[in-house]
């Protein structure tokens, strides 16, 4: 049995590179994955997030690569900015010293930034795909010389429109190249682009049928939409939460919670679509090194970012569908570590947690919300460990000088101590009592009748629909109609647009719907809540094939 990475063939240049990051013992991925690269051979690879994917690809791409030489010979495609950028970290980690370069490309970054340092000269680039095929339309980026290709969550990638862009990639490269495609699941298109774009891969799957980790333990707990604050408060109190990950539908009610959470004394901050790329990172460092406890996040944080040692996922909203809720808990539970999944559950609701458990095919354990003298009691333990952790460092002179002055006002000690607990108790926030009461009785209620749940949205996503027709329908509700200055004249493609307003807004794919392809111009539907995204991005003019395209509100006369 394999249990260090010297058994994996790596040379001494990358066990020092394993042993500086911190990597101890490689994981299952790594141990098949690593050598079966070193040996050149193509590889599809099923594993779940979070099991050391990246290690996995870039320790035998780095080591084949040998030394830099400054024109691109590794390519690896991410669908998302986020995910691009941890993976070009992790390899700057893993390649310091070996004088390799890696860039990240990717949406919602200035062009010229990354033009510049394409032409400074890299090694490795690492992209988002709607990114990287502007630049080799524009003729900014040279695959020619392409020895190595990585399709890092190739499902997501399909589920957001990216295929499409993945193949015109795919045909700039050399024949002879190796190709390693990573997914946690393989659906049939995923499976055909394999058989296309590969020679005699060896397939290599890590926990295929068991979606969700092992070691997460996961909860739900009743409650009324209108208490579902009361009972995340109450759970943070009483549950050990040394670093959550909060998940909400909207991000104006990420912001809000977030916003919520701080007032009552947590610590918390918020992640979402809304925030500029800096304000992203900003928020993910802390998160990181653990001056925020709480992050609160939108789905847009549940792929793609490299985030260890969380201890708890709260699903604040029910995710859209089964699949969500497993990249979600996926953020937990992570590295053989123990987490927990939470998820607050409205009586209509129900029948989401059934879909949920039939395809994880776990059970998530209903478990009782815990009362006042539960929250009361946990304050009083964090209180006793806080004042016993004071007493054993001792009293000094000036302490005993005001313990004695208060003695001598006549207080007994037993009084003096009262008083302190009631000083330190007051900034406690009110333990909801009648709200506690009421998420008990929510508990009891029979679930509504179980609502009808579809995805015919996003099945048709990228669907070219009749115009007339379109104009008959009008827009589906909960979602908003824009105009795009380029149409089936400029050679446009469903997935194009797709991949624009996704890569640069770094709204999630599903939150496209209808698209209506005209010979001038393009009519698209986005959900409501990620309009406002869009149209800022919009600013810096977006680029579809090389052409900038202009995104606005659709005029009444066209919707």
Known sequence: MIQSFAQLGLNDEYLQAVERVGYTQPTPIQVETIPLMLNGRDVLAQSQTGTGKTAAFMLPILQRLGEGKGTPRALVLAPTRELAKQVADATDALARGSGIKVLPVYGGQSYEIQIKALKRGVDIVVGTPGRLLDFIRQDRLDLSRVELLVLDEADEMLEMGFIDDVELILDELPETRQVALFSATLPVQIQKLAAKYMQDAVKVCINPKQVTVAETEQRFYRVREESKLAALCCLLETDEVTSGLIFTRTKARAQELADELLRRGFSADSLHGDLNQARRELVLNRFRHGSVTLMVATDVAARGLDITDVSHVFNYDMPADAEDYVHRIGRTGRAGKKGIAITLLTPRERSRMNQIQAYTR????????????????????????????????????SEK??????????FTVNEIAVGLIRLLRAKSQE??????????????????????YSSDRTAAKGHQSNASAKEKAGVEPGMVRLWMSLGNRSGLRPGDIVGAIAGESGIPGKAIGEITIQPNYTLVDVAENHVKSVLKSSKRAYRIKGKPVHIRLADLAVV
Do not use: F, Y
């Open 401 to 410: 000088l005001l313990l004695d002055k208060m003695i001598g006002n006549g």
């Open 431 to 452: 333990i909801p009592v009648k709200e506690l009461m009421e998420m008990k009785s929510a508990a009891d209620e029979k679930p509504a009748v179980s609502e009808r």
């Open 362 to 397: 776990q059970m998530v354990t209903e478990m009782p919300l815990p009362g006042a003298d539960e929250v009361q009691a946990k304050r009083d333990a964090r209180l006793m460990e806080q004042v016993s952790a004071q007493l054993l460092a001792g009293m000094n002179h």
